[in-house]
């Protein structure tokens, strides 16, 4: 009678180890043994989730409702902060500028120009070649170089539109200033970002005293946004504007 019982208990034992291990296939999103979500899961949860949303809404949004980087390679969102800017980069720039730098003292004024795409004819920048020369000043500047900027006025210009100092009109500008050395650049785009090449030469000698090199990344560079949202000239919000 005992062996019966023992016999009995063995197989309700088993049958239970059965089915705990048994699970729905299509169960998806469930927390393993390890107490982490599967990875193969989370992105099965964040596909199920964009199918849900709208089409704009998807696009901007993650799985659990984070803003998504966009990448110039992918033409979506990444789901990750934005923890570092143009700045940082332009940071490390100078730091290696600095370290290998050669006649530039605290005497020498420095100019900062625009960075050209390197695939022009070296007078076209965009946004990222504007963006990098003002945090170069202020890296300069920070290491008590003394920094000229040419696009600074005799006067100040007062409009409907505000009141200004700098001007990118030429005929504006002093054509004579004491610039001795000139920090400048060139951009190329690459599979993952924005090689950047940065270098100071000498205004007269043309020789370069300095360089440094960096790439980047697409999601640093795309969060730089136009003042006018990248639309169309006579629209506004995507909007076409006309005269009533």
Request: charged share 20%; proline share 4%; aromatic share 6%.
């Amino acid at each position: 009678m005992i062996t019966r019982y023992l016999m009995l208990g063995s197989l309700i034992l088993a049958t239970t180890a059965c089915t705990t291990v048994e699970h729905d296939p299509t169960d998806r999103g469930t927390v393993s043994d390890a107490g982490s979500l599967d990875i193969v899961d989370v992105q099965a949860i964040d596909r199920h989730s964009a199918q849900q949303r709208p089409d704009d809404e998807a696009d901007s949004f993650g799985a659990v409702g984070q803003p998504r980087l966009y990448s110039s390679v992918q033409g979506a969102y990444k789901g990750r902060p934005l923890t570092r800017h143009v700045g940082d980069y332009v940071k490390n720039l100078t730091q290696d500028l600095i370290s290998n730098m050669e006649y530039v003292t605290s005497k020498t004024p420095v100019a900062v120009t625009n960075f050209a795409l390197l695939d022009s004819d070296l007078q076209q920048t965009d946004l990222l070649g504007r963006q990098m020369s003002e945090s170069f000043m202020h890296e300069l500047h920070k290491f008590r170089i003394p920094v000229l900027d040419y696009k600074a006025t005799d006067y100040i210009r007062v409009t409907g539109d505000g009141d200004f100092l700098l001007s990118r009109d030429y005929l504006d500008l002093n054509s004579s200033l004491p610039i001795e050395y000139v920090l400048t650049g060139t951009m190329a785009k690459h599979q993952g970002g924005v090689l950047v090449n940065a270098r100071i030469l000498g205004i007269e000698s043309r020789a370069v005293v300095a360089s440094a090199q960096t790439l980047i990344p697409f999601y640093v560079v795309d969060a730089l946004i136009p003042s006018d949202g990248g639309a169309s000239a006579g629209t506004k919000d995507g909007v076409k504007l006309s005269k009533g």
